[in-house]
C-alpha cells in the first residue's frame, strides 16, 4: 500500500507563489510515475504536471514557464513549486502515483500524463488565488 500526503496549500494573491509538497509512504516500485491534479469547482479533474521516476517532466500547457516540479527521492517527496499563481490555478490539488511493472525502460514525462495509470492518491490541497 502507498500512502500519499499532501501540505504546503493556502491562499495568496494572483502574482503571488505556494510550494506543495507530497510525501510517499509504503510500497517502493522500481518504475513509477508521480504528479499534481487539480480539480476547481465545476470542473474535471486535470493533469498539472507529472514525473517519471527517471526524471523526465511533462506539465499541462498553462503552467509551463511558471511551475516546476521535482522529486526528492532520498525523502520520498514531490514537490510543486508554483510562481506567477493566476486566479484560474485555483482548485484542490492532488498528489499521485502509478506503480509500473518493474520491466522496462523507466518512464517518461509523456507517458506519465495519462491520469489512468494513478492508481494511488492522496486527500488534496486547497490552493486558493485571488484577483
Known amino acids: 500500500q502507498v500512502q500519499l500526503v499532501e501540505s504546503g496549500g493556502g491562499s495568496v494573491q494572483a502574482g503571488g507563489s505556494l510550494r506543495l509538497s507530497c510525501v510517499a509512504s509504503?510500497?517502493?516500485?522500481?518504475?513509477?510515475?508521480m504528479g499534481w491534479f487539480r480539480q476547481a469547482p465545476g470542473k474535471e479533474r486535470e493533469g498539472v504536471a507529472v514525473?517519471?521516476?527517471?526524471?523526465?517532466?511533462s506539465y499541462t500547457e498553462s503552467v509551463k514557464g511558471r511551475f516546476t516540479l521535482s522529486l526528492d527521492k532520498t525523502k520520498n517527496t514531490l514537490y510543486l513549486q508554483m510562481n506567477s499563481l493566476k486566479p484560474e490555478d485555483t482548485g484542490r490539488y492532488y498528489c499521485?502515483?502509478?506503480?509500473?511493472?518493474?520491466?522496462?525502460?523507466?518512464?517518461?514525462?509523456?507517458?506519465?500524463?495519462?491520469?489512468?495509470?494513478?492508481?494511488?492518491w492522496g486527500q488534496g490541497a486547497q490552493v486558493t488565488v485571488s484577483s
Open positions: 499521485a502515483k502509478a506503480g509500473l511493472q518493474p520491466l522496462g525502460r523507466l518512464p517518461s514525462g509523456d507517458y506519465c500524463a495519462s491520469a489512468q495509470l494513478y492508481d494511488h
Open positions: 509504503g510500497y517502493t516500485y522500481s518504475r513509477y510515475c
Open positions: 514525473i517519471g521516476n527517471g526524471g523526465s517532466t
